[in-house]
């Protein structure tokens, strides 16, 4: 049902992305620390990784943010930042829990990748952890390839890349 969704560019530092990426950050940490230490993440942590990301690599004119709506409220991001002249990485890809299976990962992905070629990237690439198995899942279904590193981030453990097409 994607006629439900909307999907428009916002500031990266918008009163409605900062909610959004923070909505983002805790439920990947939470999930990194359930899974490694049995507990959820430090308060104290979460407000000191949230503030230290502001996300200002994706302002113009080397980057975007996007934020979804389903029905009018905010729903998810999805960005992009060009890492090389023709080489864009998708960053903070998120639809909240409550509104995931409702098509909102698809027009994200659509949507950052027409944005992404608009920024003259010819691939965009991405790292990912295992425990996203829902992430890794939309990827491969969009045409991603797992590939060789491209980074090193501490929590990357999986890489895939897509050869974006020109739009007609």
Do not use: C
């Not at 969704?5 to 950050?25: I, K, Q």
């Not at 990194?32 to 690599?57: I, N, Q």
């Amino acid at each position: 049902m994607t006629s439900s969704w909307t999907v428009t560019p916002e500031p990266f530092d918008s009163a409605v992305s900062a909610e959004l990426w923070r909505a983002y950050y805790t439920e990947v940490s939470d999930r990194w620390y359930l899974l490694h230490e049995g507990r959820t993440t430090d308060p104290d942590e979460l407000e000191r990784e949230v503030a230290a990301d502001t996300g200002a690599y994706l302002a113009a004119p080397g980057g975007v943010l996007l934020v979804a709506r389903y029905r009018g409220e905010p729903a998810g991001t999805a960005g992009v930042r060009m890492i090389d002249a023709s080489t864009g990485e998708l960053k903070r890809v998120f639809v909240r829990p409550g509104m995931r299976g409702k098509g909102g990962g698809s027009v994200l992905l659509a949507q950052v990748e027409s944005a992404a070629r608009d920024l003259g990237a010819e691939r965009i690439v991405l790292d990912t952890r295992g425990d996203l198995v829902e992430a890794r899942m939309l990827y491969a279904r969009h045409g991603y390839q797992e590939t060789a590193p491209h980074n090193d981030e501490e929590y990357a453990e999986h890489w895939f890349t897509k050869k974006l097409v020109r739009d007609t």
